[in-house]
């Protein structure tokens, strides 16, 4: 058995925001950060390249001696989660654990809804996996699902035009489709980690009374329970308390933008994957 840290895996940025959550409820453990900043955005490739994309990261994850590693990326959970836990993890090293955030998310999501209409926000690999239809439907069978691509979100974001002008019509955009499926949504689920940053335009455009959830502090409160429930992964998450990222793309630009998710300064290196 390895022991080592928790690796947390994103397509880009966006698991920063996760990551930035795991740390506050958790924050005596180590974690590396991987970015796949040069693959990225993963929201509009086929299942085949996520899947290998994302494998390919979650080896190398093991090999740093990470027990668990977290996909804080809606696609990539949507896309390849599945096949890698049941395919490859029994292959690789079946001590090893690898989650996602839909699951934690769908469990709970149920309990922010009074009309039993919910919304979800998110990539178009995400929407077309219909994942969160499928395990919501698990949990609260009652609940009515509409969902809405933004292909345009992520690029805003990433681009540093999150607070910009014309973020403002996208946004609308996308929100106008989502509630013209039906008026009774109350709560509109951010199925993506880059979201949080649109939080503030997207309450400008949204009615009164519309609950929204992002997923950083429902994955670190899962990721709680997770490790209390499984000591014989905990045992193996080493804890001095250190934290280091990667990326697959420039590093200076990584450090440049990633400020913006996790909120405070990082130093990054370049992975060649």
């Known amino acids: 058995m390895t022991t080592g840290p928790i ?35 993963y929201g509009s490739r086929s299942f085949d390249a996520i899947y290998h994309y994302t494998l390919q990261c979650v080896e190398w994850f093991f090999k740093q001696g990470c027990p668990l590693v977290i996909l ?4 990539a959970s949507a896309k390849a989660l599945r096949s890698i836990q049941q395919l490859n993890l029994p292959k690789i090293d079946p001590s090893k654990r690898v989650l996602g955030v839909i699951r934690p998310t769908s469990e709970i999501i149920g309990n922010y809804t009074h009309t039993n209409k919910i919304g979800v926000l998110g990539t178009a690999g995400t929407v077309q996996s219909l994942s969160y239809l499928i395990e ?24 540093n ?4 002008g014309g973020a403002d019509y996208f946004i609308k ?30 309450k400008a455009y949204l009615p009164s009374g519309i609950s929204i959830v992002s997923q950083g502090e429902i994955v670190a409160k899962s990721l709680v329970n997770y490790l209390d429930r499984h000591p014989e992964i905990e045992k193996n998450c080493t804890r001095n308390g250190h934290s280091v ?26 992975l060649a994957l």
């Open 72 to 75: 804080a990326c809606n696609t």
């Open 161 to 164: 035009e999150y607070n910009s």
């Open 136 to 159: 919501i439907e698990k949990f609260f069978p009652e609940i009515k699902v509409y969902q809405q691509a933004c292909p345009m979100w992520v690029p805003l974001v990433e681009n």
């Open 173 to 202: 955009k996308y929100l106008d489709h989502l509630l013209s499926q039906s008026n009774e949504i109350d709560t509109i689920l951010l199925a993506c980690t880059h979201y949080p940053l649109l939080i503030d335009k997207i």
């Open 7 to 41: 690796g947390v895996f994103d397509s880009g940025y966006g698991g920063l925001t996760v990551l930035k959550e795991i740390k506050t409820a958790l924050p005596g453990y180590d974690y590396i950060y991987l970015g796949d900043n040069a693959r990225a955005p």
């Open 245 to 270: 990222f990667f990326t697959t793309d420039a590093a200076e630009d990584f450090v440049q933008k990633a400020t913006i998710f996790y909120g405070s300064p990082i130093h990054a290196e370049h």
